[in-house]
């Protein structure tokens, strides 16, 4: 299988576009995260658990970075969609970064549970979280990403066109080509591109830390 290169895309919702909400599926249930479910919360974001074992101490270590003083916040914060059996199956996190903007963390659904709406549910939950006069929200995310760059994009979020965001240098160039491969076209065209707000692009430059 054809390996999608692990570069930069960032994305900013300005305003909620309420028709994308839906509610969680029957048979699954949305809870915060437990103190005990470090390790799980650590290899949900990756699809083997070789992958997982090999990004353990970097997660363990954007855990104390980013969340370090702040735990009990992270853990009431972070969401899990869990089934009848409260395994969890998916996740995600609103996150204040640098205590100044909203951003979405890890959000993910594992491979054997995505096209059943859990998703869509999770980030309809959290994207309601966020009070009006607190928007834009912002996140990070990778040309791998697609099917959630789509959801993504469902929700109001536009891609970010800036050619740097903060320390980082934003590929989205390069990925669109990528984007137009792998999405169905339909999906693709309705992408829709902005520049980050100013106060944003320079607030970031006084951080070296990355908090989303």
Known sequence: ?????DLNI???CSSLNKD????VPKGYYVRSMREDELDIW???PFDDEATAKEYHSFMMEFFKTV????EKLFFTNTLFVCDEQDRPVATCLLWKAYNKFQTIHWFKVQK???GKGIGRALLSIIMKEVPNNEYPVYLHTQPGSYRA???YSDFGFHLLTDKTIGTRQNDLIECLPILEKW???ADYNNLKTTEAPLNFKESLKSFITLEF
């Not at 299988?1 to 290169?5: A, H, R, T």
């Not at 969340?67 to 702040?70: A, E, T, V």
């Open 112 to 114: 054997s549970h995505e």
């Open 20 to 23: 994308a909400l839906t509610h």
């Open 149 to 151: 760059i789509k959801l």
């Open 183 to 185: 999405m169905p076209s």
């Open 67 to 70: 969340y370090g003083g702040n």
């Open 1 to 5: 299988m054809e390996e999608i290169p």
């Open 10 to 12: 960032f994305m900013m």
């Open 42 to 44: 650590a290899s949900m």
